[in-house]
């Protein structure tokens, strides 16, 4: 019986790793079709979060499923309950890769991203990627350093999206204000993407050591 | 044995009623603190949220050790596991209210949003608070009018963020880089806000009907 629990425990984990790979695809497409201004790559993105929902919903079916013919108590319990959420914010990562990609058809053939921040915008496209493998491979190994790794990355993202700022603010940004709101939207879609890997992550640090504040990481 | 059960979980409907609470003051006191430029009541909006984050965390302790000690099936079980949902979006809510207060802070004593829109924000923050005590309604009653007028207010505050964007591509809309940046986020804080209202309201229709899509309500 335990053994047939923790197999299934382990096919809940296989399935939020599978969510991981699929918004880290999307977020990596959905910067090239950004930055390309490639109306079909966005179109694929947006048709593709339709499977991260898809995913999600079975996964949650069978977490729920799980808490009622198994009804697990203590660190079991957690990890179901865990599964849950983690899957929540992965779904949401899937929704903010969705939404860069619709910004990309709104404005297309116009490119949404000036010539001047294209470079940033692809680095925190390579970051966000970077957070989803990471998210993937923590819940994988259950690794405390990895988990420190993503950490940092989400720092760096974070850096990324500030710089956007500074760069809007500054007196020689002469943008129109259409770009000035569809900068700001985008540099706080990749934010928020990051924000939820860290959930993640802290949902997993929390199930290792009891501590869901993050001070394991040393923030 | 059952009967102990329900009462266990009307105290996690009351524990969602009284987080909705909260969120509806957080907003209604962060809109007042934007518009008047507040510092004061903005810093009290901000560390109030400390409350609405001690309200989930307790909600979703009890929450867990129901599911350890009653084993719920069912739809028993579905309740507690949306309870659980409910939580974070409403937890959510209460992170945009401070969000709100946060860009009020970040550029006082300057008013963040320019006089032609606050009437805007202003319905926006009417709005807002009105999708809260909705929101808690709907927890108590499960009333499925209820939730349409939720989703009829949230289509409301939709239509106002599009005004406050069509506002900032008017060729007349002469503000600065750094207000067009807070508008848009102060605008998108308002909106997601609702976006969680009306994900709480779903989880209650749900419940009720088993229909998550939201077809129910006549979308």
Redesign the interface.
Known sequence: MREVFHHELDQLADGLIGMTELVGQAIDDATRALLEADLQLAESVIAADAQVDAAQAELDERA?EL??RQ?P??TD??VV?AA??MS?SIERMGDLARHVAQQTRLRFPRSVVPESLAPTFEKMGQTAQRLSGEAGDLIRTRDLAAAAKLESDDDLLDQLHRQV?TR??AAD?T?P??T??DV??LS?FYERFGDHAVSVARRVVFLVTGDYSGSTLGE
Request: hydrophobic share 65%; proline share 0%.
């Open positions: 729920i808490l009622a009804a108590v203590a319990l957690r309950v849950l959420r929540s700022f809007m603010m940004w943008e204000a259409e000035t709101v700001t939207l706080r």
